[in-house]
Each structure stands twice: as C-alpha cells, then as structure tokens.
C-alpha cells in the first residue's frame, strides 16, 4: 500500500519561496518515478515538475528556472523548492508515485500567492 503526505504549503507574497515535501511510504520508492502537479479553480490539473529514479528531471515550460524538483531516497521524500512565486502559481499541488500499473497520489497542499 503506497501512501503519499504533501506538506509545506500555505500564503506567500508574490517573489517569495515555498519547499513542498512528500513522504512517501510503501514499496520501491527509490526506483519510482515522482512528480508534482498542480490544479487551480477551474482550471485542468497541470505537470509541473518529474523526476525519474535515477534523477532526470523536467520541467513545465511555466517553472522551468524558478522551480526545483529532488528526492532523498533515504528519507523516501520528494521535494519541490518553488522560488520567485507569481499569483499565477496559486493552486492545489500533489504528489504522484507511479508504479505499474496505477499512478498513487497525494491529498494535495495548498499554495497560495499574493499580489
């Protein structure tokens, strides 16, 4: 059973930084592909940020440069640093775990930036 807890969340000025954190627990972490995404209101939930098991990482076209995804296989935690946030990056973010078979997913943290 993979279970995944997002935190770090919260209200920052626009120009500000915020550091998600997923904790993962389960099985082959390590070996699993990780990633963030993101859904504001209304809108379809976007990529934004993966990272395979061996490292490789990619970015959304919108973050690349402010944003920056890692993973500590030891502490079975994914990471996401977000600096220079603009309003525009306010949404519910989440973790994902892709085993195969089925993507697992976090409950989501909310960011929130202000103008």
């Known amino acids: 059973q993979v279970q995944l807890v997002e935190s770090g969340g919260g209200l920052v000025q626009a120009g500000g930084s915020l550091r998600l954190s997923c904790a993962a627990s389960?099985?082959?972490?390590?070996?699993?592909?990780m990633a963030w995404y993101r859904q504001a209101p209304g809108e379809q939930r976007e990529l934004v940020a993966s990272i395979t098991g061996g490292g490789n990482t990619q970015y959304a076209d919108s973050v690349k440069g402010r944003f920056t995804i890692s993973r500590d296989n030891a502490k079975r935690t994914v990471y996401l640093q977000m600096n220079s946030l603009k309003p525009g990056d306010t949404a519910v973010y989440s973790c994902t775990q892709r085993l195969p078979g089925r993507d697992y997913w976090g409950q989501g943290t909310q960011v929130t930036v202000s103008s």
């Open positions: 389960g099985v082959f972490f390590s070996v699993s592909p």
